[in-house]
């Protein structure tokens, strides 16, 4: 298995574009977790989807977020407009069973830059 | 006024010598704990975990012990080697909770 896929690797945009981020997750995997990394605040969960379904989106830091999850291979997290405060590196991760094991398995990660 | 970035704690070592990361959880909740290794550049990876009913486990090269009374977790690191380098996180979970992960630590080793 390739892993958890995300793209682009990188996306620097300019304040109030539309960004759009991508992820396909482990073929199998039920969940899919989307996370944000600063320096400032750390690693941060977004939001999860299980089964292609949002179950927890209370991290999504405002409207201008959104993220969907039309079918089991591919996750989209879209920020509209984008603002120079959403620069972070943003990570998509997958696991089987969140409730059990928990093991998340992570992309590699998407560095946004907005200027 | 002036941001200040996150400051990540940093463990420098030499080659060869083990190393020890501590973690402090919060939830005295939770059952299941991950350690996870994020080298520059890539994404966190699983480096071993541990279940509540447990106060040590140990994988290749690395044991994972937790302290339920203090809430404490530490990785230790055998034979430390260059490859090493990197932050590790903590992460902690329970029941139906999704993993919570710490702040990380910054383990340099110097050959």
């Known amino acids: 298995d390739a892993g958890v896929i995300q793209s682009p690797r990188h996306e620097v945009t300019e304040m109030g574009q539309e960004v759009t981020l991508r992820c396909k997750p482990i073929?199998?995997?039920?969940?899919l977790f989307w996370y944000r990394q600063t320096m400032m605040r750390g690693l941060e969960l977004l939001i999860y989807f299980n089964n292609n379904v949002p179950i927890d989106d209370s991290g999504m830091p405002e409207d201008r977020f959104s993220a969907k999850m039309p079918n089991a291979s591919f996750s989209t997290l879209k920020i509209q407009p984008s603002e120079p405060r959403d620069s972070a590196v943003y990570f998509c991760?997958?696991?089987?069973?969140?409730?059990?094991?928990?093991?998340?398995?992570f992309g590699p990660g998407t560095r946004l830059t907005v200027l | 006024g002036e941001s200040v970035g996150l400051h990540l704690p940093t463990l420098s070592v030499q080659e060869g010598d083990n190393s020890i990361i501590n973690c402090a959880y919060s939830?005295?909740?939770?059952?299941?704990f991950i350690w996870y290794k994020q080298e520059s550049g890539k994404g966190p990876q699983f480096i071993i975990d541990i279940r509540s009913n447990m106060d040590k486990r140990q994988g290749q090269r690395v044991t994972v012990l937790l302290n339920k009374t203090v809430k404490h977790l530490s990785l230790q690191i055998a034979a430390t080697q260059p490859g090493d380098s990197a932050v590790y996180f903590c992460?902690?979970?329970?029941?139906?909770?999704?993993?919570?992960f710490g702040k990380g630590t910054m383990l340099l080793v110097s050959p």
């Open positions: 073929s199998g995997h039920d969940y």
């Open positions: 991760a997958s696991s089987l069973d969140a409730q059990g094991a928990g093991e998340q398995f």
């Open positions: 939830n005295s909740a939770s059952d299941y």
């Open positions: 992460a902690e979970k329970g029941g139906y909770s999704t993993l919570t």
